[in-house]
């Protein structure tokens, strides 16, 4: 969800790529057998998943992943110093590494969307035991001791190859193998017991669910076409809405009118978990510090961001507060805006804008300066139109041919997957599901799921990546499409970039293997690919009215769309910016000897770099990025700033965002590579010169860096 400048003016360079474009229809059937044996002629493998159904299966796939694993483990730590080499312990843990991750993978899957509660419990404890066993594995004396006799052959040794053992050992380094073993032992236990609760954490906030209950006069201004979609209406006059569905969230907080019904939603949302999750987070807290300074870093935050981008903290807070600071005087003065609204629409002069607020007045400036109702846009976006849309633009620029298979199993029935191959040679590239509609019991939010990652096997065949979107989007309903927002398109573009980014790998080890970059990097050709959703030339291809598809969206609404955008950027990004500051202090601040104020400090962040929270709310215990993103959310912005100017090699391109030969650059040093370089070189490589910030300050209307 990103500003972009393009002018709505159709150039030269456009017209000339339009009698080209990519023209959405739908996806044709293939056959999933055929796709397997062709991969067999290119010298690749194309597998599915085997999803455990029962409690009983996933325990016994637990048991004998261990088993497996520690057999691994043996052999190489059965070696003698003169027998070690790169293929038998390097090469081996990775090896090894990949078959468990296979497993992880898909237990996380199965998690966050089985249709059974117990077997989703089952994986949620499995996850817990496979993770617990994952970190003894670093403390593994006699594999360390091979490895370490490998590695003091001091091989010659390049590419991908020299940056696998270089980070094995920057792992065991991480993991404590060089300190006295009672402190080794120590890190260990301390380990073992944050993945547990780390688990926990994340399985309490996808299992939190508030419902509310509305009268209609409560809702007046929430588009009716939401209030009469099924199960809303539960009553003559009752309407219930779910705190933790977000569709729901954003439905209410943008179009409510009366102040109360946003404040109630907000305050729910923002207590979810609350009882559950925050002494977790004490706890986790506590022991990451712990684990940190254990290793010899000042802090977690410190220990976790040197192996990003970033590589320390202080660099990363430095970069969250000089945005926080260029963006002061924009915030001011938008908030200014939605206060004038506010004094407007309830008559009293002193009104003050709250949290639950700014979605509200930024909706309602958008309607009254802009002409611009974010609701009546849905028209132009039946869900399966936007999907076939988004598929013909992907496989024009990456050079790629999508076909619809049948999916063996199938979690839910309306589950779909897809083939992706290369357009030109036929070569099988990866498959993807779609699960994308909520239900109960299922990740609440938007998501790619990686489940088979790309791998070089040790028969020298390659093995094709698979993965999930787990999505939310609003469901259809009877006689009516699911009509997405321009937020929501946005988000399928977001999401399916990092499908491809998974899909289109050639990185010979699975640590180095599509999204497995640095994360500060994994959003950024994610958050560049949102800026499709905002080119005419792009929407014209695919948006029209479900109702009169000669219809399309007027030249003057998105221009008006594009700069009401604009003028919110700074409460968007000091929102975000909240989120990464309030992250980075836990990380920095949280110690054994002041656990109690993880609220707090959290709260105050919050309140002070954005909007304050609601008084007596716990907005941290619904917040899941803490946990995957520890100290890490700053990498949202971070990688933002990468995205704008990425995002410039399109809109420099004579075909501008459908440009083959941009596509294919992406693909090539972006996609293709992985991590299995420098991501600093994979970003210049694309750019075809240094970095630089300025398409991002000139994109969130702040002007060049200072």
Known sequence: MRWHTIPILITVATLTACSSLPKPKPI?????????????????????????????????????????GNAALDSIGQLKPGEVNFVNTIRALDDMGYAQGLVANRFSLIEQTSTNAAVRDAATDAIKKISD???????????????????????????????????????????????????????????????????????????????????????????????????????????????????????VEDNAKREETRKKMITTQC???????IPLLQKILVLRDNIAHRLGYASYADMATETRMVKNAATAIAFEEKLKTGLQPKFDAELEEFRQLKVKETGDANATIHVWDWRYYANQLRKTKYNVDAEQLRVYFPYDRVLEGMFAIYQHIFGLKFERVEAPYKWIGDLQLYSVSDAKTGEPMGLFYLDMFPRDGKYNHFAQFGIIEGKLLPDGKYQRPVCSLVCNFPPPQPGKPSLMSHDEVETIFHEFGHAMHTILTRAEY?????????????????????????????????????????????????AQLKTSRLATQGMFYRRQLSFGLMDLALHTQIHETNADDVLPLSNKVLSEVSLPVPDDT??????????????????????????????????????????KNAGMRMRNEIYSVGDSRDINVSIEKFLGRPRSIDPFLKRIGIGKAQ
Do not use: C
């Not at 959703?533 to 929407?539: C, I, S």
């Open 618 to 659: 716990a907005f941290v215990a619904y917040f899941g990025h803490i946990i995957g993103y520890g100290a890490g959310y700053y990498g949202y912005a971070w990688a933002d700033a990468i995205a704008a100017d990425m995002a410039t090699v399109f809109e420099n391109s004579p075909g501008g965002y459908f440009d």
């Open 133 to 251: 066993w994952s970190v003894g594995t670093d403390y593994r004396e006699d594999v360390y001791a091979a490895v370490k006799a490998y590695a003091s052959t001091q091989p010659h040794l390049e590419g991908e190859d020299k940056k696998l053992l270089d980070e094995t050992m920057r792992d065991y380094r991480r993991a404590g193998l060089d300190l006295p073993k009672d402190q080794r032992d120590e890190v260990e236990k301390l380990r073992k017991e944050v993945t547990a609760l780390e688990t926990d954490f994340e399985n309490n906030v996808t299992k939190a669910k508030q419902p509310l209950k509305f009268t209609k006069a409560e809702l007046e201004g929430v588009p009716e076409d939401f209030l009469a979609q099924r199960g809303i209406k539960t009553g003559d006059d009752e309407y219930t809405l779910m705190a933790n569905i977000t569709f729901h969230y954003i439905m």
């Open 271 to 277: 207590n979810l978990a609350r009882d559950v999750n």
């Open 510 to 558: 699975s640590r180095f293997s599509g999204t497995s970059v640095p994360q500060d990097f994994v959003e950024a050709p994610s958050q560049m690919l949102e800026n499709w959703a905002w080119d005419k030339t792009v929407l014209d291809s695919f948006a029209r009215d479900y109702r009169d598809p000669k219809k399309k969206i007027p030249a003057e609404i998105l």
């Open 28 to 68: 044709p059937t293939g056959s999933l057998e055929k796709f397997q044996k062709r991969a067999a002629k290119f010298n690749e493998v194309v597998t599915l998943p085997t999803f455990e159904t029962t409690p009983e299966a996933v325990q016994a796939t637990t048991d004998k992943t261990i088993k497996d």
